[in-house]
């Protein structure tokens, strides 16, 4: 089958990698891809990956079996029904069920229809009622901007008036701005992405990421600055009692709304005292998890994706997993998360593919110049990705190889999965 993945960054280099692994899969086409996708896949331009018709149209001269959508910003705004009406199947929800990412306070209103354990939360418009739910929850504050944010979107701070601000901030952008107040979660965070095709519900392996810029959970909240997986230290039976609690229950209430669910149901958990509670949903897959799951899974990927697309999931076969450890650091510009600094030569890639420890280098904030010369392209322009035996030597790896990479100004934290290394859980912040 021939595959057409939608997406820039290290997510779709990783999705890429694996399904180009999967002996169904003939060829895979990126759009607009990356220089790093480029080496393995052909890559075609899309000026605007929110445009539906262009996907479809690409789709079609292509003659794509499968479309998988990388990032939400298309999915919110409905490229998978324009590509889905066309004929071709896709892999990412309909606009209706990509809200699930789209807007937290509907996030909230599904959660609460289903019966899943989330924190208790008020949807505000007006700066009193941010004040109101605020004093009724106490510090740690948590205050969510409903809609997209890139990350960007959530603070927790125990400061009163530092969460007022960010919600001021939300509320003054105009149109619909509301926020979403919560009640803290306490105990350490985890991701879980499972595959869903409007009615079954297949989990993938958990994994960890780390949102803060520095080490130590220091900083401003970022896209994501590494991960891991598998979560040793997770509970027996985590994943099926996440889908039992959480993900089927929400898959069934948004089918039974005539919006099923068809693509990733990424739900980001926190493990608490009262056992786990969703931080937030998001509908595709996790950036940077992704590139530590997706190297694990043994399972073809492309025939997933597609039995998926095609509500035919109910019939795959039990997911097998490689038994190693993978771990992945992602390089990023200087300036990040502010503003990010571009241009910058990039070297050391070549001696990290030919030094034969396994690392690998996925792509993200990349570009070729007019001298075709590496550069820096965006925010977080690497993720570099090791397996290992355990977590020791994968991080051993990873770190060595990143230690390679030659970025002027560039930063990463040395401490992704350290915690986990010394057989300890790493505190979430329910970013
Ligand atoms: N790793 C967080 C996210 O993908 O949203």
Redesign the pocket.
């Known amino acids: 089958m021939k595959v057409l993945v939608i997406g820039t960054g290290a997510r779709e280099h990783a999705i890429v990698t694996a399904l180009l692994r999967d002996p169904s899969v003939d060829a895979v086409v990126a759009a607009p891809g990356n220089p790093g996708i480029d080496q393995v896949a052909l890559c075609r331009p899309l000026p605007d990956p929110t445009d539906g018709a262009a996907v479809a149209d690409l789709a079609q001269e292509i003659q794509a079996d499968l479309v998988v959508i990388g990032p939400e910003v298309p999915l919110v705004a409905g490229v998978a029904d324009v590509v889905r009406e066309s004929g071709i199947p896709v892999f990412g929800p309909s606009a209706a069920a990509a809200q699930l990412e789209g807007s937290k306070a509907f996030a909230k209103q599904v959660m609460a229809a289903a019966e899943v354990p989330t924190a208790m939360a008020h949807v505000c418009t007006t700066e009193e009622q941010v004040a109101e739910a605020l004093d009724a929850f106490g510090p740690p504050h948590v205050v969510k901007d409903d809609g997209l944010a890139a ?1 960007k979107g959530v603070v927790v701070t125990d400061d009163r008036e530092a969460a007022l601000e960010h919600a001021r901030a939300c509320l003054t952008r105009g149109g619909d701005a509301t926020v979403v107040v919560e009640d803290y979660l306490d105990g350490p965070e985890a ?1 879980l992405f499972c595959l869903c095709d409007g009615t079954t519900v297949v989990p993938l392996a958990l994994a960890q ?1 780390f ?1 803060r810029v520095g080490e130590g959970d220091e900083g401003p909240n970022t ?2 600055m590494g991960a891991y997986s598998p979560l040793d230290w997770a509970p027996e039976g985590l994943a099926e009692d996440v889908v039992a609690r959480v993900a089927q229950p929400t898959v069934d209430e948004m089918a039974a709304r005539g919006t099923p669910f068809v693509g990733v149901l990424y739900v980001g958990l926190a493990l608490t005292s009262r056992g786990p509670k969703v931080v937030e949903f ?1 509908v595709r897959f ?4 992704t590139q530590v799951v997706l190297v694990r899974l043994e399972t073809p990927l492309g025939a997933l994706l597609l039995a998926a697309a095609t509500g035919e999931l109910a019939g795959s076969p039990e997911l097998r997993w490689s038994p190693q450890h993978a771990v992945t650091v992602v390089v990023a510009s200087s300036g990040y998360p502010g503003t990010p600094r571009t241009g910058d030569p990039l070297f050391g890639l070549e001696q990290i593919s030919a030094d034969g420890s396994g690392a690998s280098v996925l792509h993200a904030g990349t570009a070729l110049d007019e001298q075709g010369a590496l550069v820096s392209a965006g925010g977080r322009v690497l993720s570099v990705v090791a397996l290992g035996d355990d977590l020791a030597s994968a991080r051993r790896t990873v770190y060595e190889a990143v230690d390679r990479v030659d970025l002027p100004g560039s930063h990463h934290r040395r401490d992704i999965a350290l915690a986990a290394e010394r057989g300890q859980v790493q505190a979430g912040d329910q970013q």
């Open positions: 990350g991701s990421d949102k896209g994501g998001n996790g950036d940077p998890e």
